[in-house]
T-cell receptor, first 113, second 112 residues
Framework: GAGVSQTPSNKVTEKGKYVELRCDPI?????LYWYRQSLGQGPEFLIY????????DSGLPNDRFFAVRPEGSVSTLKIQRTERGDSAVYLC???????????FGPGTRLTVT | KNEVEQSPQNLTAQEGEFITINCSYS?????LHWLQQHPGGGIVSLFM???GKKKHGRLIATINIQEKHSSLHITASHPRDSAVYIC??????????????FGTGTRLTIIP
């Protein structure tokens, strides 16, 4: 079946703009995770959804970052007033249940100029 | 100090060599994951283990819970194994529920 998909694959935006990054998890997966990977680093946790609710948002760096998953499937990561330091690859992963193997999407490369 | 540390950071080997990548973690976990990331960013889960040893093809992963240490081995390495290998832990009081805490990765290059 289809894997995790993310759109767009690349996004270039100007400093101060608003961006939305989309994640389509594997159908039926209840757990959805957002991670951020800066160049040369391992991914870092941002937020985790179980169903529609954010079970853990402790990794969101500040209040410019927000994520939703209104119907328990697709999730959108929203970044307001983007800064150059937000430039990174944003990875989404889904899992059949929490604590099980995670399946990663290809990522969205965000560049803030 | 990172909660998950890997060594070496970079590894270059000749085709056919036996490869070992090490991962140490500082606090208790419920599961340890080995992931492979190819140039371009795609991450593939190789193993998820909480004890003992798992094998898939030429890849073997082991974990020693008491020593808080895991290893990933590749037998008969091939240029297509060239990638970044990342270990990550989840669960346990300090790592926090199901989110993954990642090491910085080991860049493996296999020369033909």
């Amino acid at each position: 079946g289809a894997g995790v998909s993310q759109t767009p694959s690349n996004k270039v935006t100007e400093k101060g703009k608003y961006v939305e990054l989309r994640c389509d998890p594997i159908s039926g997966h209840t757990a959805l995770y957002w991670y951020r990977q800066s160049l040369g680093q391992g991914p870092e946790f941002l937020i985790y959804f179980q169903g529609t609710g954010a079970a853990d948002d402790s990794g969101l760096p500040n209040d410019r970052f927000f994520a939703v998953r209104p119907e328990g499937s697709v999730s959108t990561l929203k970044i307001q007033r983007t800064e150059r330091g937000d430039s990174a690859v944003y990875l989404c992963a889904s899992s059949p249940d929490p604590g099980r193997e995670q399946y990663f999407g290809p990522g969205t490369r965000l560049t803030v100029t | 100090k990172n909660e998950v540390e890997q060594s070496p950071q970079n590894l270059t080997a000749q085709e056919g060599e036996f490869i070992t990548i090490n991962c140490s973690y500082s606090v208790g976990i419920s599961a340890l994951h080995w992931l492979q990331q190819h140039p371009g960013g795609g991450i593939v889960s190789l193993f998820m283990l909480s004890s003992g040893k798992k094998k898939h093809g030429r890849l073997i992963a082991t974990i020693n819970i008491q020593e808080k240490h895991s290893s990933l081995h590749i037998t008969a390495s091939h240029p297509r194994d060239s990638a970044v290998y990342i270990c990550a832990g989840n669960g346990g009081a300090n790592f926090g529920n199901e989110k993954l805490t990642f090491g910085t990765g080991t860049r493996l290059t296999i020369i033909p």
